[in-house]
């Protein structure tokens, strides 16, 4: 690999080791801190002229303060002469705000991906986008990883028999049925209804057989857990013998910890796009590492290789 530098904001440490260390490169060095007056002040410490600068950041909160970050360290290494500037963000924040879907509301994705451009970003390499969709609000490049085959690996690694697939709404079912393919099992769908004028989605029953079955639900991300853990509780009413999740962003905010803890799961299987802090850490979640397939798409963009022979 040649003309190439990695560098780590200040979250995504431990995210850029493991892959520094995958494609045996240093990391780059840069100085972050903020001044008195709140303001952030980062200095690329080494010189990146002429070079394929990737800079990598995780948003875990305060989300905004690792995207002002993330722009100022972009800025910092376009005006350094990098001859490329490539962001790399395991989970894409605001991606959930990916429509215009109620009156006088912004569509913040694409807010995003107008600020990362602004500053100087030449590609974007991220990971199961809430909707693929986002991918499309970008003018430069953008790499859209999948955490699908690393999931795959792990349960196929369980040797589970009698497993179903559940989608958790009708939404969900395509992927659901890309993962039922694989495993070459039956797939269940959730039945979700509205009930009065709050606009909540209550799940009622199932669609399929689950009783005396393994239950594996697959989701892009779980947020406050409300509706994976709903669905495991319901799963586990209609005679599911045990009930499995898995996701590639473990967001985990609010009362996330305590709803999985007390539900029916028995193991939520999350990867690394966001750093699981101590306190989060439970019985009940296994942490996947997704770093391996960043280093080897970095790899293959550095020598004008194929990302999708990465999955074959």
Do not use: W
């Not at 709140?38 to 410490?45: A, L, P």
């Not at 953008?142 to 989608?167: G, H, P």
């Not at 993962?179 to 989605?201: L, Q, S």
Request: aromatic share 8%; hydrophobic share 40%; net charge neutral.
């Amino acid at each position: 690999m040649e003309n190439i530098k990695i560098f780590a904001c200040k979250s995504a440490e431990n995210f850029t080791k493991e892959i520094c260390d995958y494609l045996k490169l240093p990391m780059g060095k840069i100085d972050s801190f903020k001044f008195k007056n709140d303001n952030n002040f980062i200095q690329i410490k080494e010189t990146v002229r002429e070079q394929d600068v990737y800079i990598i950041q995780t948003v875990e909160p305060p989300v905004n303060e690792r995207i002002m970050e993330l722009l100022i360290t972009i800025d910092a290494a376009k005006r350094a002469s990098a001859r490329r500037v490539n962001v790399v963000l395991p989970y894409f924040p605001y991606s959930r705000s990916d429509k215009k879907d109620q009156p006088r509301i912004p569509v913040t994705a694409k807010l995003m991906a107008s600020l990362i451009e602004a500053a100087g970003a030449n590609r974007v390499i991220t990971c199961d986008l809430h909707n693929p969709a986002i991918q499309a609000y970008f003018n430069i490049n953008c790499d859209r990883l999948t955490a699908q085959n690393l999931l795959e690996a792990y349960f196929k690694s369980k040797n589970i028999d009698d497993m179903v697939i559940v989608a958790t709404d009708a939404g969900s079912s395509k992927k659901a049925y890309k993962y039922a393919e694989y495993f070459n099992c039956p797939i269940a769908m959730i039945d979700k209804r509205r009930e009065g004028n709050d606009d909540r989605a209550i799940a009622s029953t199932i669609i399929g057989d689950v009783k005396g079955k393994t239950a594996v639900v697959f989701d892009d991300e779980v947020d406050t857990a409300g509706s994976i853990t709903e669905t495991a509780n319901l799963l586990e009413k209609f005679g599911a013998k045990k009930i499995y999740a898995g996701c590639t962003h473990g967001v985990l905010s609010g009362p996330a910890i305590e709803r999985i803890q007390k539900s029916a799961i028995s193991e939520l299987v999350v990867t690394n796009t966001i750093p699981l802090p101590d306190e989060k850490k439970i019985d009940k979640i296994t942490v996947l590492s997704i770093a391996g397939l960043f280093a080897e798409a970095i790899k293959r963009i550095n020598e004008a290789k194929p990302l999708g022979d990465m999955y074959k």
